[in-house]
């Protein structure tokens, strides 16, 4: 089985990616599987009765349009065809932020264990590593920084809320 | 000048580690090369035409003495033995060597900088006002501001992977010294009839090969929610900006294609969401930011220096310089000195270690050991004593940083060009140095006043010859070098795109059409008026007719 780094551990993936799935026939019965945008939306109210089912945006996608499903769906990928291609860190902060998703979060694609810390400070908790890479070598990259400055999905609150010290502050300068 | 905390120490140590990993992936085939190029980029690093190319973050374009020493350091230790100041404020070093670079940024940590986001798709150093906190024409000082754009932009996660580079510009003053109108936003402070600070935000302007001038796409911003609006700017931008062409890529390209109303409408109902919240921006932490940045322990005059007045007028040599290399201050006695890079064959904007380690001793015994970048490729000094100036005069001559030529026409701005840069289509450090030999005449050029010429070797613009009010860029055709001639260009308030006169020149033929326009300039001038200004009066018609008059 296809391994996984979630909630920054390498767990076994049992969700099956369908990429090119356009109609219920392609959905096989009895494996959750993660269905393409187009699809879910024409056949949601077949899919939602499975519970099994997720979905995955391209970058192009509106996240929008998951926004009465966010509640229900128990995950949602976000594709990155390079990660070069930074679309989806700000569809992952508006399917968190502004839509409300809680369930698994998952990044696919060209995931390098150089984007994690990124990734992650996004909202994302789940990472389909490219399988080249080593998903245990990989942990490490979530502590590459102690935080970040800016306000963020997973640190809401931005530096200088969270209590920026004085220390470094100069004196006034003489000659 | 602001001093990190203990965050700020451990993000750029962590970013340096973070680096030297990546770094020894690569070299042992773990990474690969189109994965470790983003990566690279984004720690400053190119790979150029002789050697890798390492491009140094100087922060809204501030230094103090400690830094530009250990800036020396680095140039003596890892390079030639020299440095390139940028049209963007940061200094880049042309021979490192890969495998060194993360001992550089090492170093350079040790005085609190570093290279993250100096190059990259992602957003880069702020661009800012050189004589900020001292202008005798400042509403508000921008540098509090810079520092927290600083902060929020360095590793923002959402933003690390933009459509292309983003370029931001803040401005606190009357006059614009930033190209804010040239950036892909331009903040420029202001206040509101109740004192209040706010910024009027302009979005869309840049060089490059489709160069344009921003659209305020708001008049005043509250200045509290200046990162929660910057924030709604690059999510639309990172959503919608094209990442099918790279030419197209950047966010003049969108606004363009959207409308500055569209576009501006889409940013408004994002930051809609975001108003208020906790990326807003409370006075204490301005407060805070600015505790960093006090006046210096300025003596205080009831009036500006007599015997500088007497010096002034005893000697034509240094008045000539004071005339265009000294500012004023907002305190009385004070000057603000603006050291040349642009002597006479020297690339413009480069300066040795040695040079270095003596302009941080100047900036140590007359302005507080503090020391700014011009976009221009130029240096700073901003609180100097105007009694001191006569021997600073003197130091700057022997040291060669006191040609007189502070907006002049010899105050080339210019890139590296072909003899360093492998994007470059042809040379432009020679070019700059023909013209500035054809004017050597010091009284004509003082006669001729204000006249910006800039150069690029390539149509990525480095060099701001759109801007430039004579714009020379370096194209190739045929695999030969030749030069488009623009003109019309202008930075600042009245900011302006040169249009270009004619077919390209060669090399040998640039100096003598630069006299030629010089020459229809001083035909038909008015009284005190700038070469730019008698352009937009008379249009380009006769500087073209004169410049190719006869074949060339």
Known sequence: MRQLIKDRAVVDDRWTLLRDAAALADVPDGVPA????????????????????????????????????????????????????????????????????RGELRAIGDILRDQLFALSECGFDAFALRSDHDAHAALASFNDFAGVYAATTRTPEPWFRRGPSSDGCPRQRTH | MYRYDKFDSSLVAQRVAQFRDQTQRFLTGALTEDEFRPLRLQNGLYIQKHAPMLRVAIPYGHLSSAQLRVLAQIARQYDRGYGHFTTRQNLQYNWPRLEETPEILALLATVEMHAIQTSGNCVRNTTSDPFAGVAADEIVDPRPWCELIRQWSTLHPEFAFLPRKFKIAVTGATRDRTAALVHDIGAQAVRDAG??????????????????IGHAIREFLPAPELLNYFDAILRVYNRYGRRDNKYKARI????????????????????????????????????????????????????????????????????????????????????????????????????????????????????????????????????????????????????????????????IVCCPGGDFCSLANAKSIPIAEGIQRRFDDLDYLHDLGDLELNMSGCMNACGHHHVGHIGILGVDKNGEEWYQISVGGAQGNDASLGKVIGPSLAAAEVPEAIVRLVDVYVGHRHADERFIDTVRRLGLAPFKERVYATAH
């Open chain 1, 34 to 101: 993660i269905v393409p945008l187009a699809l879910w939306l024409a056949r949601r109210d077949d899919l939602s009765a499975r519970g099994d089912i997720g979905v995955w945006l391209a970058p192009s996608d509106d996240p929008g349009a998951l926004a009465a499903d966010t509640g229900a769906l128990p995950l949602i990928a976000v594709d990155f065809p390079q990660f070069i291609d930074g679309r989806g860190y700000s569809i992952a902060r508006l399917l968190r932020d502004r839509h409300g998703f």
């Open chain 2, 252 to 411: 003049k390209i969108l606004v363009k294609e959207l409308t500055p109303a569209e576009f501006a409408r889409q940013v408004e109902t994002e930051w809609e969401h975001a108003r208020g919240g906790p990326g807003t921006v409370p006075d204490a932490e301005i407060a805070r930011l600015a505790a960093h940045f006090p006046d210096p322990a300025y003596r205080d005059f009831p009036r500006d220096s007599v015997a500088y007045r007497a010096a002034l007028a005893d000697s034509r040599p240094f008045s000539r310089w004071a005339e265009r290399n000294v500012h004023p201050h907002k305190r009385k006695g004070y000057a603000i000195v603006t050291l040349s890079l642009k002597r006479t064959g020297t690339p413009p904007g480069d300066a040795t270690a040695v040079e270095m380690d003596a302009i941080a001793d100047l900036a140590d015994r007359f302005s507080f050991g503090e020391v700014r970048v011009t976009h221009e490729q130029n240096l700073v000094l901003s609180d100097v004593l105007q009694n001191d100036l006569d021997a600073l005069w003197g130091r700057l001559k022997a040291l060669g940083f006191a040609t007189p030529n502070i907006g002049l026409l010899t105050d």
């Open chain 2, 195 to 212: 004192g209040d600070v706010g910024f009027r935000v302009i979005v869309g302007g840049g060089q490059g090969r489709t160069p344009m």
